[in-house]
């Protein structure tokens, strides 16, 4: 199981930045995706879910509106579009199979791209 991601880097506030994780050792139009971040305290937050069609997407309170989950089972691509970006969401984000990041870390996770909101 490898997942990867890419697409983070320093953004100002209110920018935008489009996340990707690229799947391979498994079946990835099988599975719930998500998207979780450590924050700077080393806390993990769940930040989105989706199903394995797309269809259905969930977000946390404090993304919701802000942050669009989606994926390319072609592509075995999941993407996390973030747009008006706060200093707060700063942190690594991983993305990870299975709903909220359940899956074991080491195993279901991906290393993380870096994602830094600063004026």
């Known amino acids: 199981v490898q997942l990867l991601e890419s697409g983070g880097g320093l953004v100002q506030p209110g920018g935008s930045l489009r996340l990707s994780c690229v799947v391979s050792g498994f079946t990835f139009s099988n599975y719930y995706m998500s998207w979780v971040r450590q924050g700077p305290g080393k806390n993990y937050a769940w930040v989105a879910d989706?199903?394995?069609?797309?269809?259905?997407?969930y977000y946390s309170d404090s993304v919701k509106g802000r942050f669009t989950i989606s994926r390319d089972n072609a592509k075995n691509t999941l993407y996390l579009q973030m747009t008006s970006l706060k200093p707060e969401d700063t942190g690594l984000y991983y993305c990870?199979?299975?709903?909220?990041?359940?899956?074991?870390?080491?195993?279901?996770w991906g290393q993380g791209t870096q994602v830094t909101v600063s004026s």
């Open positions: 989706i199903n394995s069609s797309g269809g259905t997407t």
């Open positions: 990870a199979k299975g709903p909220r990041g359940q899956g074991d870390r080491s195993t279901y």
